[in-house]
């Protein structure tokens, strides 16, 4: 539908949903003589709120989005939309954010909310793990043997800033023969990016398998000595960087507060000032020249989130 039809549409079937989440939350919580409520925050959703307040039973928000950040999908009815999230903010009995920057930012815009906490995301350790993999036969098999290898894993969408990386970085790597670049994912600047690749004759060191299935992506990571997180957002925690730091890969991220939450310049990762590009493109090469400092923050990489 998202494809195919007007926001203001999509959004009036997001409101026309809570008939349905209403009734069937109600009928989960009765049947399972439920304690609590424990609901992934969505725009416009407040059936689940109202049904377990009308039961008394105890509602928990976990927050990942709201109406009043910046987001990918520009809101049709954001007044509406801002007056939905204040009531449930508040009739909730809980709000879990995942970082700081936003539960202040929701604090600040909404005022009095229901008692909250901070939880940054986090990774699965038995999926994500380098336990039985042999990191030398990964980089083998990829061509990447010798490298010290800076990974990317993602979509390869404008605003994380994938693009602009390879872009900057490009003219340089020929003269950096010890780094390979391994960029796992696709979107809409993958062709834009593989000509970038392809016009610099850049194809032996820069490796660009496309999409992979989701059970496969830690066979990537485990050829990646460290990585890279171009862009993110001011309230944002970043999946990649759970994951792939749970596996030893330790990145180099814009110094955005939930970031900085999580990762010490130096000590778990490499910290740079958002949208600061050269700053970004010379860390990377100067990383790729110290292996022992990679291979250090990353085994304290590991070891934080685990």
């Not at 959703?45 to 976990?62: D, K, Y």
């Not at 850049?202 to 460290?226: F, S």
């Not at 957002?233 to 900085?260: D, T, W």
């Amino acid at each position: 539908m998202t494809k195919y039809v007007p926001e203001f549409v999509f959004e009036l079937i997001e409101l026309a949903y809570n008939l349905i989440a209403y009734m069937r939350v109600g009928k989960q919580l009765k049947s399972q003589n439920a304690d609590m409520l424990y609901e992934r925050y969505s725009l416009f959703m407040f059936g689940g709120v109202l049904r377990a307040r009308r039961l008394g039973i105890p509602v928990i928000l976990e927050v990942n989005d709201a109406a009043i950040v910046e987001r990918v999908r520009p809101l049709f009815f954001k007044g509406l939309a801002r007056r939905v999230e204040k009531w449930v903010f508040k009739k909730c009995d809980g709000v879990v954010f995942i970082s700081t920057n936003f539960k202040n930012t929701v604090e600040r815009e909404h005022g009095v909310i229901a008692p909250s906490v901070i939880c940054p995301n986090a990774a699965d350790i038995e999926q994500f793990t380098l336990a039985g993999v042999d990191r030398t036969q990964v980089k083998k098999d990829l061509g990447l043997e010798g490298k010290a290898v800076c990974g990317y894993v993602g979509a390869f969408v404008y605003w994380h800033g994938i693009d602009w990386f390879v872009k900057e970085i490009a003219p340089r790597l020929a003269a950096e023969p010890q780094l390979a670049l391994l960029l796992v994912g696709d979107g809409v600047v993958f062709e834009e990016i593989l000509a970038v690749v392809r016009d610099n004759g850049l194809q032996g060191q820069v490796i660009m398998p496309g999409r992979v299935p989701h059970e496969k992506v830690g066979d990537y990571i485990a050829a990646m000595d460290y990585g890279i997180l171009p862009d993110s957002n001011e309230y944002g925690s970043p999946m990649k960087l759970f994951e792939m730091m749970a596996m030893g890969v330790a990145l180099v991220s814009p110094s955005f507060e939930p970031i900085a939450e999580v990762v010490e310049d130096g000590g778990t990762g490499w910290l740079f000032p958002p949208n600061d590009r050269k700053s970004a493109v010379e860390k990377v090469i100067e990383l790729s020249k110290d292996t022992q400092n990679i291979e250090r923050v990353g085994e304290q990489a590991e070891s934080y989130i685990r």
